[in-house]
């Protein structure tokens, strides 16, 4: 599975490039109707910009989009649907968002449907590393750009856009050994929350604890337990509540997602050992998680800013369709920066209001 990041590609770079060739994204603010090339088609623009300008809205318009999100109705999901929404309508695009609400038989069926449909581009959110690999294949196969969101699957496609899950694992990991170690009067005991262990997000970041940890062995992982498929916040406080009762002496968990760590912080509170244990998580920057790292509900957040992917989502999507290769082709990987954030660097526009993403 190591072999998958085999395609990753400079992010500035790559950004760069598609910001030179494609423009920078639509401004958040500003209303849809108001920007973009599919209010003017009727124009003809002239001279060196005006090529090009045509160019991308013949590049665009009228493409038939399928964006598959495992669910919707949190944050993180809901960013990347803002953005996905906006852009698509200010370019022309056809879109089509089917909420798969945690299962995999509607992201299949979904995704099997477009593939009969014959669209132009689907954008996929990996539940785990298998079960849309297949698919993904077939969708390529048949001329359709992939672009996977956030989890990768065992089958790489045109383009990856995500969080970089073994550096945040990694990160964490070198914080966990400098806070929590024995030389320190600490008890080097952590928690590991995972989530669904079939998915890359929690194979990854574990995967980047473990390397980490090789070198420590004064660090132990006291637990590491998975919350399940639906990276459950319940299941996240109950195993943390238990880990506190077997090890009173815990020093720190680290949880693979923010929603999920919601039940963590909620079994340290009423443990009473909040500001004793540290927490860490992360996720995509929604106000809630930074009111969080303000009451000390979280120690350490790491943001990779869901409003931002769904910005490079787009910008892949413009890359594969003004690059004028065939789908399979090309394998990029756009990696979202992992922001920390503490008490210390937490400003008021640090994360994003849940009310400006959620959708009515």
């Known amino acids: 599975m190591r072999k998958?990041?085999?395609?990753?590609?400079n992010w500035l770079k790559t950004l760069a490039a598609g910001a030179i060739?494609?423009?920078?994204?639509?401004?958040?603010?500003?209303?849809?109707?108001?920007?973009?090339?599919?209010?003017?088609?009727?124009?003809?623009?002239?001279?060196?910009?005006?090529e090009l300008w045509r160019s991308a809205r013949d590049a665009f318009k009228g493409k038939k989009i399928?964006?598959?999100?495992?669910?919707?109705?949190?944050?993180?999901?809901?960013?990347?649907?803002?953005?996905?929404?906006?852009?698509?309508?200010?370019?022309?695009?056809?879109?089509?968002?089917?909420?798969?609400?945690?299962s995999p038989d509607v992201m299949t069926q979904a995704i099997s449907a477009a593939i009969?449909?014959?669209?132009?581009?689907?954008?996929?959110?990996?539940?785990?590393?298998?079960?849309?690999?297949?698919?993904?294949?077939?969708?390529q196969d048949a001329g359709i750009?992939?672009?996977?969101?956030?989890?990768?699957?065992?089958?790489?496609?045109?383009?990856?856009?995500?969080?970089?899950?073994?550096?945040?694992?990694?990160?964490?990991?070198q914080d966990l050994v400098k806070e929590c170690s024995p030389s320190k009067g600490k008890s080097g005991?952590?928690?590991?929350?995972?989530?669904?262990?079939t998915a890359?997000?929690?194979?990854?970041?574990?995967?980047?604890?473990?390397?980490?940890l090789k070198a420590h062995p004064e660090i132990k992982i006291v637990s590491d337990q998975s919350t399940g498929p639906l990276w459950s916040s319940d299941n996240a406080k109950a195993n943390i509540s238990a880990v506190l009762q077997q090890h009173p002496d815990l020093c720190a968990t680290f949880g693979f997602w923010d929603y999920m760590d919601l039940g963590t912080v909620a079994a340290v509170k009423e443990a009473g050992k909040q500001g004793q244990v540290l927490v860490y998580s992360s996720g995509g920057g929604s106000q809630q998680m930074c009111d969080l790292v303000k009451d000390g509900g979280f120690t350490k957040y790491w943001m990779y800013n869901s409003v931002r992917q769904g910005q490079d989502i787009m910008a892949a999507v413009r890359m594969l369709l003004m690059s004028g290769?065939?789908?399979?082709?090309?394998?990029?990987?756009?990696?979202?920066?992992?922001?920390?954030?503490?008490?210390?660097?937490?400003?008021?526009n640090t994360c994003f209001p849940e009310a400006m993403v959620a959708q009515k």
Do not use: C
Not at 124 to 130: E, F, G, L, R, T
Not at 325 to 342: D, H, I, R, W, Y
């Open 4 to 9: 998958r990041h085999a395609y990753r590609v």
């Open 21 to 50: 060739a494609f423009g920078a994204a639509s401004a958040l603010e500003t209303p849809v109707r108001a920007q973009g090339t599919a209010s003017f088609d009727k124009l003809e623009f002239t001279g060196t910009s005006g």
């Open 66 to 102: 399928v964006y598959v999100p495992i669910v919707t109705g949190y944050a993180l999901f809901d960013g990347w649907t803002y953005v996905i929404k906006r852009e698509a309508a200010a370019l022309g695009m056809e879109l089509t968002v089917q909420d798969a609400n945690w």
């Open 116 to 139: 009969a449909n014959k669209v132009d581009v689907i954008i996929a959110h990996n539940p785990d590393v298998k079960v849309l690999a297949k698919l993904l294949k077939q969708a």
């Open 145 to 173: 750009f992939v672009v996977q969101i956030n989890m990768v699957s065992n089958q790489k496609t045109d383009a990856f856009v995500g969080g970089d899950w073994l550096t945040l694992g990694a990160i964490a990991a």
């Open 189 to 197: 005991k952590i928690a590991i929350i995972q989530g669904a262990t």
């Open 200 to 212: 890359a997000a929690t194979y990854d970041q574990y995967n980047g604890v473990k390397e980490v």
């Open 325 to 348: 290769q065939k789908p399979g082709a090309m394998k990029l990987a756009l990696f979202s920066p992992n922001e920390l954030v503490t008490k210390e660097t937490l400003r008021p």
